[in-house]
């Protein structure tokens, strides 16, 4: 009985040991998991440091190309399109016929003006011979003078209109927009062509207050156009707004003469480079910094090893860095990779 009870005891000591030695091993490798998790918690990024840098302090403003001239013509009398001279596309001068509306009418008017004056000129001077005899009476002499003078407007207005019936060219240019065809019917205020004339062209820019005293009515403007990146245009500044819009900006009109392919089309996108020869300090970051693209206006700065996503203000880009006007400051560490794999307040490790 004894040894039964012995041998119990020595059973429950060791059963005893074993579980102690197993909830220490058990502790161990709680403790051994939590300090990896927490290494594992951290995510590799690089960096680089917000600064100062000296740059050309260029102005950059952009528009659109507008037709130094353009024209919308319409017809001035009523009648049936007997020709159309010109199709879209072609070039067209000045006084140049662009198409003729039947003037068979308008014609017949001609002639009976041209009569009822040739008559009255006729009846004005037999009225003068007989004034001069005594005949008739200066009363009667000046109403006959009057439907002289009546008869000549008459005239003159159906040849005007007569003459309406042709349709020439104001301005030269191209032959953009052909509303008529030949056996049409128009009223007046019918539109035929639209004329547009791109061997000059305007390019209306936004200068803000900061940047105005950069323009000058005369002043040579160097253009681009991002159709056309390898090429580059000259301008001059031809009006500069006395009087801010809006918005706060100035309008600012750059006259640009085309090549000789006319290679700028009205409606494209346009850049004016107003030049300044002195440099300035502004604070820049890495493009590669910001979240997604410079306009989400976010970057991700270290502090105390943990990424703060922080909102920025930024001006004027320059390649792989870009203006910042607010919310960083120099010296301040940004991060430039790996920002796919942060949130707000993600702990971070730098690589360098």
């Known amino acids: 009985m004894k040894n039964k009870i012995?041998?119990?005891?020595?059973?429950?000591?060791a059963v005893a040991g074993i579980m102690y030695k197993l909830n220490k091993n058990k502790e161990?490798?709680?403790?051994?998991?939590?300090?990896?998790?927490?290494?594992?918690?951290?995510?590799?990024?690089?960096?680089?440091?917000?600064?100062?840098e000296m740059v050309q302090a260029d102005f950059i403003a952009n528009g659109t190309f507008a037709p130094a001239q353009e024209l919308n013509l319409s017809s001035e009398t009523p009648g049936q399109v007997s020709k159309v001279l010109v199709k879209e596309g072609d070039r067209v001068s000045v006084g140049q016929t662009l198409a003729v509306i039947k003037g068979d009418k308008l014609n017949v008017n001609v002639n009976t003006a041209q009569a009822s004056y040739n008559n009255a000129l006729a009846d004005a001077a037999r009225f003068e011979s007989a004034f001069k005899t005594g005949g008739v009476t200066q009363q009667q002499l000046d109403?006959?003078?009057?439907?002289?003078?009546?008869?000549?407007?008459?005239?003159?207005?159906?040849?005007?209109?007569?003459?309406?019936?042709?349709?020439?060219?104001?301005?030269?240019?191209?032959?953009?927009?052909?509303?008529?065809?030949?056996?049409?019917y128009v009223n007046p205020g019918t539109p035929l062509f639209e004329i547009v004339n791109v061997n000059k062209l305007k390019l209306k820019v936004a200068v803000d207050e900061k940047n105005v005293g950069l323009t000058k009515v005369g002043n040579t403007i160097k253009v681009t156009s991002s159709v056309y990146p390898d090429k580059t245009?000259?301008?001059?500044?031809?009006?500069?707004?006395?009087?801010?819009?809006?918005?706060?900006?100035?309008?600012v009109e750059i006259e640009i003469t085309n090549n000789a392919s006319n290679d700028l089309k009205a409606g494209m996108y346009g850049t004016a480079v107003f030049e300044n020869n002195t440099k300035t300090p502004i604070l820049v970051a890495p493009r590669a910094a910001f979240v997604g693209s410079v306009s989400s206006n976010q970057v991700y700065v270290v502090k105390n090893n943990v990424a703060v996503l922080t909102k920025v203000t930024t001006g004027r880009n320059f390649g792989d860095t870009v203006e910042i006007l607010s919310g960083v400051n120099?010296?301040?560490?940004?991060?430039?990779?790996?920002?796919?794999?942060?949130?707000?307040?993600?702990?971070?490790?730098?690589?360098?």
Do not use: H, M, Y
Request: proline share 4%.
């Open 6 to 13: 012995i041998t119990g005891i020595v059973l429950i000591l």
């Open 28 to 52: 161990e490798k709680e403790t051994a998991t939590a300090i990896v998790a927490e290494k594992n918690a951290t995510v590799s990024v690089r960096s680089a440091l917000v600064k100062e």
């Open 143 to 184: 109403q006959v003078k009057l439907q002289l003078a009546t008869a000549k407007n008459n005239l003159q207005n159906a040849r005007i209109t007569a003459g309406d019936a042709i349709i020439k060219a104001t301005i030269p240019g191209i032959i953009n927009t052909k509303s008529v065809e030949p056996g049409s």
């Open 233 to 251: 245009f000259s301008g001059k500044i031809t009006f500069v707004a006395p009087k801010a819009d809006a918005t706060l900006n100035f309008p």
């Open 330 to 352: 120099s010296g301040e560490e940004v991060i430039t990779s790996g920002q796919i794999n942060l949130l707000d307040q993600t702990p971070v490790t730098i690589i360098k």
